[in-house]
C-alpha cells in the first residue's frame, strides 16, 4: 500500500518535473538521489559564455539543489570583508589532466542491466555536454574484484611468448561497447589509461591471482610484452589509450587474508623491472608516446615506493606520471603529495582510483547520503591544492548491494543501477564530482585561492584553455554562509553559500 502511494507520488513529480530538473527521492540517509529512467533524467545545459561583470553559480546542496543555475554581477571591492576568499590567477600552478571512473566489468554489467534508452540516460550523464562531461578514464587490463570470477588473457599452461593471449568475453560484453559509446558522446575526446590487477598464475611466485605473489624473475619480460599485447588488442577494436600504470597497487600483498586479485612488487625490484623490462618494451613499440604511470597505490606510500623505485635515473626517465589511491587519505596529510612534488617536479600526479569503502563507513551503499558525496569533494579539493593533477573514481556504475563483486568486496558508486525498476540513481558524489570535471576541462591549470575562512569551507579555484576562470567552494557548514569571493581583475562577488552545498562560480 505505502510503495503504491509512493510510486504514485513519484510518478505525479516526475510529470510535472521540467524537462532537464531533478527527480528527487528521499531514502533517509541524509540526502536524496536523482532518479533516471525511460521518461526522465535530468542534465545540466552547457555554460553560457557571459560577459563582464557578470559570473555564473551552480549549486548543489543536501536539501536537494542540483547544479542549480544563477547570475551574479562583480560590485566593487569591499574593504574588509569578513569571509573574503581571494582569486589570483597570476599565481599559477599544475595543469588539469581530467576527470572520470573506471570501466570494470561490473561497470558494464549494471549498465547491460537497463534497457537502451535508459543505458544511453547513463551514458551521457557522465560523458556528454548536457552530463558531467568526464574525460579520463580508466580500464582494467582483465579482471579486478569487480569481475563475477578471476582471469587474465593468458590463464593455462606457461606461455611465454604470450602465444595464447587472448581477449575475453568480458572485454567485449562489459567493456569495449560501452568505452565506443562514452567516447562518442565526448566527441572522441576522452582519454583512457589501462592498470592490471592480476597477472597469469603460470607468471607468479605463488601460482595464484592473490595473496603473498611476485612475477617471477624469469617472467619479468614477458609480464611488459603482456602490457603491449593489450594495447594492441584494444587497438584492434579501434581503442587507444593515453596512459598505462606499472600496476594496480602493488602492496596490497602485504595486507593479510587479502583476496583482491594482485601482483605484489617490492619498490626497487619494480624499478628494476621499468628500467629493464617495461619502459624499452613501450618506449620501442608503437605506443611509445603513452603515458607510463607509477605506483597506482596509496598516499600512505609516497615519497617511500616512489622514491626507492625511480632511484635509478634509467627507471625516472620512463615514468611520466604517479598515480595514487584515496582509501589512506583520511590519515595520511596532504604534505606527502607536496615532497612527492618536491622530489619529482617533472612527473604528473594523478589520483587513479576511489571509492566509499567499508570499514570508513557502515554500509557499502547508502543511497542519497551527502556526508559521501562531501567525502568525495574534500579529498579532490585537497588532492588538487596539493599538485594532484586529476581525479579518477572506481566504478562508474555498481548495483543496491554495491556490487557484482566475487569476492564481496561490496562498495558505493556515485551511479547504482536498479535493474527491477529499470532505473538508475545518481548520488551525491555523482554531483560532487561534476562540480568539478564538467567545469574544469583538461588543460585548466590551478591558480591561487586564498580564503581566511575556517575549515568548514574548502576552495580551490583554476583558469580554463578558454581564459574563463572556474572557483569551486565546499560549504561543510550546518548553516548558510556568505561570503565575499575577490578577484582584484573583476571585482568582488557577494554570494551566500547554503548550508552543506558545494558551489561552482564561472566567470570570463
Ligand atoms: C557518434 O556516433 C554517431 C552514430 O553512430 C555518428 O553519427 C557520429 O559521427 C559519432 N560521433 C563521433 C564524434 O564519433
Ligand atoms: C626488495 O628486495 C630486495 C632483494 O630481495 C631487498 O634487498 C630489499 O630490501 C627489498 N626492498 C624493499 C623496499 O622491500
Ligand atoms: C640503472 O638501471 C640500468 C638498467 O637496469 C642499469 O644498467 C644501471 O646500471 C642502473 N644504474 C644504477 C646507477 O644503478
Ligand atoms: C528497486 O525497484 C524495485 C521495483 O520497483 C523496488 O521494489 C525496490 O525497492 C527498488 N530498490 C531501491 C533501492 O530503490
Ligand atoms: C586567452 O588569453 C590570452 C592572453 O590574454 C590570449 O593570448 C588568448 O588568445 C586567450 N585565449 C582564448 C581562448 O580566449
Ligand atoms: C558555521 O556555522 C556556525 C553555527 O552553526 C557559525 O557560528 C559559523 O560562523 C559558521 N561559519 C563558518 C565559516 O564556519
Not at 451 to 463: C, G, H, M, R, T
Request: aromatic share 12%; hydrophobic share 35%; glycine share 8%.
Amino acid at each position: 500500500m505505502l510503495k503504491i502511494s509512493l510510486l504514485l507520488i513519484f510518478t505525479l513529480t516526475a510529470s510535472c518535473q521540467a524537462q532537464n530538473e531533478c527527480l528527487s527521492r528521499d531514502y533517509g540517509n541524509g540526502g536524496t538521489v536523482c532518479v533516471c529512467n525511460s521518461d526522465h533524467c535530468d542534465t545540466i545545459p552547457a555554460p553560457e559564455r557571459l560577459e563582464p561583470p557578470q559570473y555564473l553559480v551552480y549549486t548543489s546542496n543536501k536539501a536537494g539543489l542540483r547544479f542549480q543555475k544563477d547570475v551574479g554581477t562583480f560590485e566593487q571591492p569591499s574593504e574588509n570583508a569578513e569571509n573574503e576568499i581571494v582569486v589570483n590567477s597570476e599565481q599559477q600552478y599544475q595543469t588539469i589532466l581530467g576527470w572520470g571512473g573506471a570501466f570494470t566489468d561490473s561497470t558494464g554489467i549494471n549498465i547491460g542491466s537497463l534497457e537502451e534508452s535508459v543505458q544511453e540516460k547513463l551514458l551521457r550523464s557522465y560523458f556528454s555536454e548536457d552530463g558531467i562531461e568526464y574525460s579520463l578514464c580508466r580500464v582494467p587490463i582483465g579482471g579486478t574484484d569487480f569481475s563475477t570470477h578471476g582471469y587474465t588473457y593468458d590463464d593455462g599452461d606457461e606461455d611465454l611468448d604470450l602465444k595464447n593471449f587472448a581477449l575475453v568475453e568480458e572485454d567485449y560484453q562489459y567493456k569495449i561497447p560501452y568505452i565506443q559509446k562514452a567516447s562518442n558522446l565526448t566527441n572522441n575526446n576522452l582519454r583512457l589509461f589501462a592498470s592490471a590487477w592480476n597477472a597469469p598464475k603460470w607468471m607468479k611466485t605463488n601460482g595464484e591471482y592473490t595473496g603473498w605473489g611476485f612475477i617471477k624473475p624469469e617472467m619479468y619480460q614477458t609480464w611488459a610484452d603482456y602490457f603491449v599485447k593489450f594495447l594492441d588488442s584494444y587497438q584492434e577494436e579501434g581503442i587507444s589509450f593515453w596512459g598505462i600504470t606499472t600496476g594496480n597497487e602493488p602492496n596490497t600483498y602485504l595486507v593479510p587474508g587479502n583476496l583482491i586479485p594482485t601482483v605484489g612488487w617490492n619498490a626497487s625490484e619494480q624499478g628494476e623491472w621499468i628500467a629493464n623490462n617495461l619502459g624499452p618494451a613501450i618506449r620501442n613499440s608503437v605506443y611509445s608516446d603513452i603515458k607510463i604511470v607509477a605506483l597506482d597505490d596509496q598516499r600512505m606510500f609516497l615519497p617511500g615506493f616512489v622514491d626507492t623505485a625511480l632511484e635509478n635515473g634509467t627507471t625516472s626517465e620512463y615514468v611520466d606520471g604517479i598515480g595514487v589511491h584515496f582509501y589512506s587519505d583520511f590519515i595520511i596529510p596532504p604534505s606527502m603529495l607536496d615532497t612527492t612534488h618536491e622530489h619529482f617536479p617533472d612527473k604528473f600526479i594523478l589520483n587513479t582510483e576511489a571509492c566509499i569503502t567499508i570499514p570508513m563507513f557502515t554500509v557499502p551503499v547508502d543511497l542519497g547520503s551527502w556526508e559521501r558525496g562531501e567525502f568525495y569533494s574534500d579529498d579532490i579539493i585537497e588532492d588538487l591544492q596539493h599538485w594532484v593533477n586529476g581525479w579518477v573514481d572506481w566504478n562508474m556504475v555498481l548495483d543496491p548491494s554495491g556490487g557484482p563483486t566475487f569476492i564481496d568486496n561490496l562498495v558505493d558508486s556515485p551511479i547504482i543501477v536498479n535493474t527491477t525498476a529499470g532505473e538508475f540513481y545518481k548520488q551525491p558524489m555523482y554531483y560532487h564530482l561534476g562540480h568539478f570535471s564538467k567545469f574544469v576541462p583538461r588543460e585548466s591549470v590551478r591558480i591561487d585561492s586564498v580564503s581566511n575562512l575556517n575549515k568548514n569551507i574548502e576552495v580551490v579555484a583554476f583558469q580554463r584553455p578558454d581564459n574563463g576562470t572556474t572557483v569551486v567552494i565546499l560549504n561543510k557548514n550546518e548553516s548558510a554562509v556568505p561570503i565575499s569571493l575577490v578577484d582584484e581583475s573583476r571585482g568582488t562577488a557577494q554570494l551566500e553559500l547554503s548550508e552543506k552545498s558545494i558551489t561552482t562560480i564561472l566567470y570570463w
